[in-house]
């Protein structure tokens, strides 16, 4: 049967990314983008869909035979403080309509994402394990730790093949992050390329896991293409790439722009950040699907302030 996939929240900083790579692999005509509305620069075939939406979810799975979702829409960790019952409702109801689509047409695999914000209090900061205690202190947390138990619930009780990473922070030159504590992490490149003075809402020292979206993209389509049977983990997959602080990030900015200005006013995001993992312990992906991060923090940062620049030259 031919690989028919949907994105749902393909306007998203993960989805516009995700998308162009599955055209790419699979063929610009497999693959079907979908979100509240179209995107400026989306290309390929494209279906409004809102994923509080059930019946509109099945009509386009029906419509194109999907045989994989990769299910990206959620309001993230510090925009979902805002609104906790809303973003529990948004972030919980799109994912068990997904699950339930995919139970009743029999969509062939299920991407869900996870995050480390699943971890909160109860779990040691350091190299974090995958069965860490979870105890997030998030509405956005607290979503993704059930969402991650319902992926396990379909797989068990309707062999549904639910794939789950927890991804760090994510940084990357194609697209903006919205809403989340780690979003500095990309602000911060666009600030140095056009020589402005970066304010961090985070403390010097707080130091996350992070990713360059490369490889949280590979990591991604590795997962899923994975045979069944060496995916052991059916919550969620720990993720790796490098953890540093805002402190570390500057300094290595600076190795390019050392006139680069930077104030420190940790704001509530700060204190998310204290309550997630400083670093990941990702063993089980090593060993279930052979993870391996390719970005350290400075091929991050060349390829970052050199993408950047190219980008703001042409626009500018
Ligand atoms: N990067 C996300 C956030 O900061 C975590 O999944 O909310």
């Not at 300094?251 to 204190?271: M, W």
Request: with cysteine; hydrophobic share 40%.
């Amino acid at each position: 049967m031919e690989t028919k996939i949907l994105v749902i929240g393909a306007n998203g900083q993960v989805g516009r990314v995700l998308t162009k790579a599955l055209q790419d692999r699979y063929g610009i005509e497999n693959i079907i983008a979908s979100d509240l509305q179209k995107g400026e620069d989306s290309e390929g075939v494209f279906e409004v869909v809102d994923a509080m939406n059930i019946d509109r979810i099945k009509e386009v799975v029906v419509k194109h035979r999907i045989t994989q979702i990769y299910h990206l829409a959620a309001i993230l960790s510090a925009r979902g403080e805002e609104n906790p019952l809303k973003t529990w409702n948004i972030n919980v109801k799109t994912w068990l309509n997904v699950l339930e689509v995919a139970r009743t047409e029999q969509v062939k695999k299920v991407f869900y994402p996870s995050s480390i914000a699943v971890f909160g209090r109860g779990a040691s900061k350091n190299n974090t394990p995958n069965d860490a205690y979870l105890d997030p202190s998030t509405v956005y947390g607290i979503s993704k730790v059930d969402g991650e138990n319902w992926a396990q619930y379909y797989y068990l009780k309707y062999g549904v093949d639910v794939r789950s990473i927890r991804y760090p922070g994510i940084i990357g030159y194609q697209s903006l992050p919205g809403g989340g504590t780690t979003d500095y992490a990309v602000d911060i490149y666009h600030k140095a390329v056009l020589n402005e003075t970066f304010t961090c809402f985070l403390k010097e020292d707080a130091a996350l896991p992070m990713i360059f979206i490369d490889d949280a993209i590979r990591a991604t389509i590795e997962v899923m293409e994975a045979p069944a049977e060496n995916i052991k983990v059916r919550t969620s997959y720990n993720l790796g790439g490098i953890s540093f602080s805002p402190g570390e990030i500057v300094a290595e900015i600076r190795e390019l722009y050392p006139e680069f200005k930077v104030n420190y006013k940790p704001d509530f995001r700060q204190d998310i950040a204290e309550n997630w993992p400083k670093s990941i312990d990702d063993s089980e992906a090593r060993m279930d699907w052979s993870w391996k991060p390719k970005y350290d923090l400075w091929s991050i940062t060349e390829t970052m302030v050199n993408k950047l620049k190219k980008q703001y030259e042409l626009t500018i």
